[in-house]
């Protein structure tokens, strides 16, 4: 047997607000409250194929280029559409060394958290 990531989780200074941006992102719900924390997710809930996303309040600001990030493909438009989506919800595109000519856009949500949008679009 192996395992299966069914949860991510991040520091946020503003844990309402970036479940609101990457529930609007993925289309997911808030699926639990707790002490300041906000879980999002799948209509379905936690333990499905795709991971649920806990936001755990901080103090701590966010320090340099994260090690780990996300990365998301459309599922209903190409990339271009997307990008101006996710731009108009919030997200922002930065720059940590890209060359140009990538096919992803790397982007940051309201509290720099990079991430990336990939080209492929995939099944909803």
């Given at each position: ?50 991971p ?47 060359m ?16 990336c ?5 995939v099944?909803?």
């Amino acid at each position: 047997m192996a395992c299966r990531i069914t949860e991510l989780v991040l520091d946020s200074r503003e844990p309402e607000r970036l479940a609101e941006f990457w529930c609007e992102v993925l289309g997911y719900v808030v699926l639990d409250r707790v002490r300041g924390s906000v879980q999002i997710g799948p209509e379905a809930g936690f333990g499905g194929l795709q991971p649920t996303i806990a936001f755990n309040p901080t103090e701590n600001p966010k320090l340099g280029k994260l090690p780990l990030h996300i990365d998301v493909n459309s599922t209903d438009r190409d990339q271009d559409a997307e990008l101006e989506r996710l731009l108009g919800i919030g997200a922002r595109q930065v720059d940590i060394g890209q060359m140009g000519e990538e096919s992803w856009h790397v982007l940051a949500d309201p509290e720099g958290n990079e991430f990336c949008l990939l080209r492929q679009r995939v099944s909803g």
